[in-house]
């Protein structure tokens, strides 16, 4: 059962904070394997120690810090936090294992609504076999929560994505399922296109290898090859009515931050499909218009899509940016080519600053069509079907 989280103990939370922030600086500024052993090993032990005390306030206060004015000891310590939080070191019978919490992400995309539920006993050891054989190492026991997760049903914090590394790595001595308390999940918003999550957690005897790419017969391209084509089989028929693809299953924090990249491709692509079958379009007439929304500072493009001729918008897509991406990065570069890719080649770029602005009946982001005005996005009634109106 995945416990709840509860509130955390602040306790010395000012002299633990200042000890984090000194020993990611620490690390950060390392000038030797012997000396990232050193920082890392205490680095890690301090944060081991407050998410078993549940002082998540400490953590974060931390992170907020170094964010600040240190980025290089904020990746040092946001790699330590999340290594606590999905690895660790056991002893069964006297042996150790070391435990590794995963994900299996898939894209959908559908007409109607995206599942996200409960997965029954049957697909559980499907599933299981398909990791076995194509992305886990030969020696490796897998326990996996029977349940596919929305974005909005993620563990939030890190003391929660700990106690689910614990709770399915005891589940991986026993029946290899975890039973999810679904009626303690957040309920699921709705959109056209979204990432499901399968999660386990692998342990093998330890200092082994985890994965089938880290064995000296193993290939990582093949195995997501095959993943793909024998584990999209097996999610298939959890995501009825939908369109999927398959992510690279890999460490938990990793492999979510991977989908989320790749979902924001796979939502243009899934826009354009839907819009060519809904409206009995070919992509040449239709029209896209990308722009720059920004709050503090630039967070995140949007994209507006026009049937030729007309100026209201009748789908739209965020693409977020992530880590490492700012006003730099050419985000405008990669959409054009995913467009133009899709047959979208009417393509109005804006460059100046839009706000932040969200429909203020429905919460949804508003998008902007080629002549710079920002709407919300309506199909027509006689071509909308029964689905969400906006894209991830």
């Not at 918003?189 to 999660?199: N, V």
């Not at 492999?255 to 990249?261: P, S, T």
Request: contains cysteine; aromatic residues 8%.
């Amino acid at each position: 059962m995945i416990k709840r989280n509860r509130p955390s103990r602040r306790g010395r939370s000012t002299a633990n904070e200042a000890d984090l922030v000194r020993l990611a600086e620490g690390m950060a500024d390392s000038s030797s394997r012997l000396e990232d052993g050193f920082w890392a090993a205490r680095l890690s032990a301090a944060v081991a120690r407050l998410i078993a005390e549940r002082d998540e306030d400490t953590l974060n206060a931390a992170l907020d810090q170094l964010s600040q004015h240190d980025p290089d000891a904020y990746n040092a310590l946001a790699d330590a936090v999340e290594g606590a939080c999905e690895s660790a070191r056991i002893e069964r019978n006297g042996a150790a294992w070391d435990v590794l919490l995963f994900t299996a992400p898939v894209l959908a995309w559908s007409r109607w609504q995206i599942p996200s539920e409960g997965i029954g006993a049957d697909a559980l050891r499907n599933l299981r076999v398909q990791l076995g054989a194509h992305v886990l190492a030969r020696d490796v026991k897998v326990a996996l929560a029977d349940y596919l997760f929305s974005p909005d049903q993620l563990p939030r914090g890190f003391v929660p994505t700990a106690e689910l590394t614990q709770a399915l790595a005891e589940a991986a001595f026993g029946d290899g399922s975890l039973k999810v308390a679904v009626r303690e999940l957040p309920e699921t918003k709705q959109f056209l296109s979204d990432t499901r999550y399968l999660i386990g957690a692998a342990l093998v005897p330890a200092g082994g290898a985890i994965f089938r790419w880290q064995e000296e017969d193993g290939d990582r391209e093949e195995a997501f090859k095959q993943w793909t084509k024998q584990g999209g089989a097996a999610l298939q028929p959890l995501l009825p009515g939908c369109a999927v693809e398959p992510c690279m299953p890999g460490a938990y924090h990793a492999a979510w931050r991977e989908a989320d990249r790749e979902s924001r491709a796979y939502s243009l692509r899934a826009t354009v499909t839907f819009l060519m079958l809904s409206l009995n379009l070919d992509a040449r007439q239709l029209q896209a218009a990308i722009a720059p929304f920004v709050g503090r500072r630039l967070e995140e493009y949007r994209v507006g899509f026009v049937k030729a001729g007309s100026d209201q918008v009748l789908h739209g897509v965020v693409w977020p940016l992530l880590d490492g991406e700012d006003e730099n990065t050419d985000i405008v570069g990669d959409i054009e080519a995913v467009l133009k890719e899709l047959g979208v080649t009417e393509i109005r770029v804006h460059e100046h600053d839009f706000p932040l602005d969200y429909c203020d009946d429905c919460g949804s982001p508003l998008y902007p069509n080629p002549d710079g005005d920002v709407l919300h996005a309506e199909l027509p009634e006689e071509e909308a079907p029964e689905q969400p109106r906006h894209l991830h």
